[in-house]
């Protein structure tokens, strides 16, 4: 079973920076999606940011939500089996719990930005922008 851990929310100011991690073990397949989500109270859990890692092909695949493009980027450390987000120039509408994300493997890089595709979740880190 896949396990999945984040960490790195916190409180700051609008403007502000935050990088998560998420560690995962038990992940040693190929083909698969890795998303970060988020969920603000009273609203539904939506993708942010999606990584398909094609272990088996020679690229990577990203997507961004499009209120964060230009603020936040995911990166991967395949040797720690870590997924990064990186977020700059908070606003106070990114307020949210985040949640980190996998996917069983062989699934199309097309799919990553769904939420459906993917089976194993995080226990969430609250990110809180102040204004």
């Known amino acids: 079973q896949v396990q999945l851990v984040e960490s790195g929310g916190g409180s700051v100011q609008a403007g502000g920076s935050l990088r998560l991690s998420c560690q995962a073990s038990r992940l040693s397949y190929v083909n698969y999606c890795m998303g970060w989500f988020r969920q603000a109270p009273g609203k539904d859990r939506e993708v942010v940011a999606s990584?398909?890692?094609?272990?088996?092909?020679?690229?990577?695949?990203?997507y961004y939500v499009d209120s964060v493009k230009g603020r936040f980027t995911v990166s991967q450390d395949n040797a720690k089996n870590t997924l990064y987000m990186q977020m700059v120039s908070l606003k106070p509408e990114d307020t949210a719990m985040y949640y980190c994300?996998?996917?069983?493997?062989?699934?199309?890089?097309?799919?990553?930005?769904?939420?459906?595709?993917?089976?194993?979740w995080g226990q969430g880190t609250q990110v809180a922008v102040s204004s």
């Open positions: 994300a996998a996917s069983r493997p062989f699934v199309a890089a097309s799919l990553c930005s769904q939420r459906v595709t993917y089976n194993y």
């Open positions: 990584v398909y890692v094609g272990r088996a092909v020679s690229y990577s695949a990203t």
